[in-house]
């Protein structure tokens, strides 16, 4: 059994699925692996990729059994699931379709990293959510320091990570972390109502986004607006979408 399942609907969307439902799809290299592989081999029909887990979890972290007896060290997880983890969060950054995470249940620690890397969140009402590295004596190695204050203020991040506390999908989308929220049972109407209004627009355009917003998110602002001007695009479907108005 694959521990990331892939499916591909006929309007665009990759469905990528945390697998492992037994173990409330708990992260193990091998899933992280197979991850940064179907991130990498997406393909121009794909318009849109949704990030979703099996069962009734997202998925509960790090399945720490995967380290096999390893210690850790410094209170690194190790290269074991850091390396497949880099990978699959490059990936992410890197494909030109937007990345939606549908947190369908619990998303803890490393999963959270996960959809912290996804470009939008959206959460069922009954999932729980937390950074629980403290908790445990492992610290972030897949982004949390930097990705969570880019979703939420500074003092929400610091809450977070200092008290390893489990917060709500309604405080999630409060701060700006998840994009919105509804009941699990409302949840894919939710997600697929978005799907439709991407689906709409310009691949080309999206995936310019996309790109810019990568290469100037650590940029000055006058640097960053000297990349967007500079930047060329193949933006193929213009004419056609801007007929019915120039007719």
């Known amino acids: 059994m694959s521990a990331v399942t892939l499916e591909r609907a006929g309007n665009g969307v990759l469905t990528l699925t945390l697998n492992r439902p037994e173990a409330l799809n708990a992260i193990t290299p091998d899933m992280l692996e197979a991850l ?11 318009r849109v990729i949704v990030l979703t887990g099996a069962g009734r979890a997202f998925s509960a972290g790090v399945d720490l059994k995967a380290l096999g007896g390893r210690p850790i060290h410094q209170g690194k997880v190790g290269d074991i699931l850091d390396v497949p983890a880099g990978r699959a969060l490059d990936a992410m950054a890197r494909v030109p379709q937007p990345v939606i995470a549908k947190v369908n249940g619990h998303c803890f620690t490393g999963a959270l990293e996960l959809a912290l890397g996804c470009d939008l969140i959206y959460v069922a009402d009954e999932a729980k ?7 445990w004596g492992v610290r972030p190695t897949w982004g949390m320091t930097q990705r969570l204050p880019r979703r939420v203020p500074i003092n929400v991040a610091r809450e977070l990570a200092f008290t390893a506390r489990s917060f709500t999908a309604g405080e999630a989308a409060s701060w700006g972390l998840a994009n919105g929220h509804a009941p699990a049972a409302e949840l894919d109407a939710l997600v697929d109502g978005v799907i439709s209004r991407i689906l709409a627009n310009s691949a080309d355009v999206i995936a310019a986004y996309k790109d810019l917003w990568r290469r100037t998110e650590s940029l000055p602002l006058a640097e960053g607006l000297a990349v967007e001007a500079a930047r060329d695009y193949d933006i193929s479907d213009t004419n056609d979408r801007l007929a019915e108005f120039i007719a």
Request: zero cysteines; charged letters at 35%; proline letters at 6%.
């Open 129 to 135: 959510l937390g950074d629980t590295h403290a908790k």
């Open 36 to 46: 940064a592989d179907a991130l990498e081999g997406v393909t121009p029909d794909d």
